[in-house]
């Protein structure tokens, strides 16, 4: 193994080298060796032997390299970037990028970045709204007096079972479901054909998973779901009055008074939070960005990039993407369009990171839960469902970062309150 180390500037250096053909062999026959000696599994019929040994021999090319350049391991950032790969006469020539963390000067004063604003005040025809809209959430659901057909705005009880390519498919399926029909709850044109539907009905409804659907396995495919109507319910608000306010507080000295101030707190906080995402932190990583200087981590980068590409490309067509595989300028273009705003995300994510840890900021992962099932409850998704989602596309880390950074930004507003 032959390994040299090119510094590119500051942070990011440049590992270089050959691997020879017979270090790859041999990891492959120690591989095949030691496997042999293990009991035999279902997994271990699908085992690549060639596979894992370049991984191996990839990864002992990337600590070579650490180890030549003295770089230390802890400050290595993400994951490193494969810039060539090439089967040479007797050896396998690497390039990888790396990069180790940039120094931020957290020292300098930014705190006089934050924008001034005046804190919102609730009216009482917003609190009255909000309090009557509650209300009506709350109200429980009743059947309907008199059996009429399925309108738009109705709340309907079904039963469905889902079907693709005649076969049943995991999660299509469910009894006594209430869904608001024209509440966009399910996929596109499933609500729509309940319309017009009686009271013991059963009805084909034919749709189509959207191709960016969340489950890969169900992504694009035409979908028919058998569907049986059972009754239309209303909800009928109680009595806004002291009674109320005591049922909704739990508090038996409540009045109704007391649920105004709580709904009061409530409507400024989300008038507040308004006004800080439109207005207050696009200022205030607007001016972050501009007050901080350091060279960003290549590597990083790149894959941030490829991360938009890929966010950019997801509703595109199968003519689309194979016309961006084909065409290698286009495909270059496409990377491009989408690098300063990779640079600038990289570059706030590494300024959050390092201010949250000097002002002692952090985020624990009850948070992360309890902030997903907030965002679930709000945009009529399963809270489970959501959080499960997060996990298994690693997301979870994101949105982590997502609540640090809101967590700083709201600890910088709290010096500039006007």
Known sequence: MKVTVEKVDDINFIISGTVENS????????????????????????????????GQVFKDFIDAGIKEGNLAVENILGQPGLKKYEQQDNCIYFEVEVAVSPEINVDIDYKDIAPTYTKPTASP???????????????PFTKLEKAKPVENGDVAVIDFTGFIDDKPFEGGSAEK????VGSKQFIPGFEEQLVGMEYGEERDVIVSFPKDYSADDLAGKEAKFIVKLHEIQEQKAEKIDDAFAQKVLQKPDATLDTLKKQFAEQVTAEELSQIYMSDLKPKIVKALLEKFD????????????????????????????KSYMEDKGKFKELRESVRDDARKSIKMALIVEAL??????????QEVIAALGYQATMTGQDPQALLKYYQDNNLMTSAKMGLTEDKLFGHILGFHKA
Do not use: C, M, W, Y
């Open 356 to 365: 949250a840890k000097k002002e002692g900021i952090d985020v624990h992962e």
């Open 23 to 54: 270090v790859l062999e041999d990891k492959v026959t120690k591989l095949k060796e030691q496997a042999a000696k293990e009991p035999k599994d279902e997994e271990s019929k699908d085992v690549n032997f060639e596979q894992d040994a370049a």
């Open 177 to 180: 479901f209430n869904i608001k």
């Open 125 to 139: 025809e917003a609190v009255e709204a909000k309090i009557v809209e509650f209300a009506q959430k709350q109200a």
């Open 294 to 321: 350091f060279t960003l981590p290549n590597n990083i980068v790149e894959q941030e990039i490829d991360a938009k590409v890929r966010e950019k490309t997801r509703g595109f067509s199968e003519e689309q993407h």
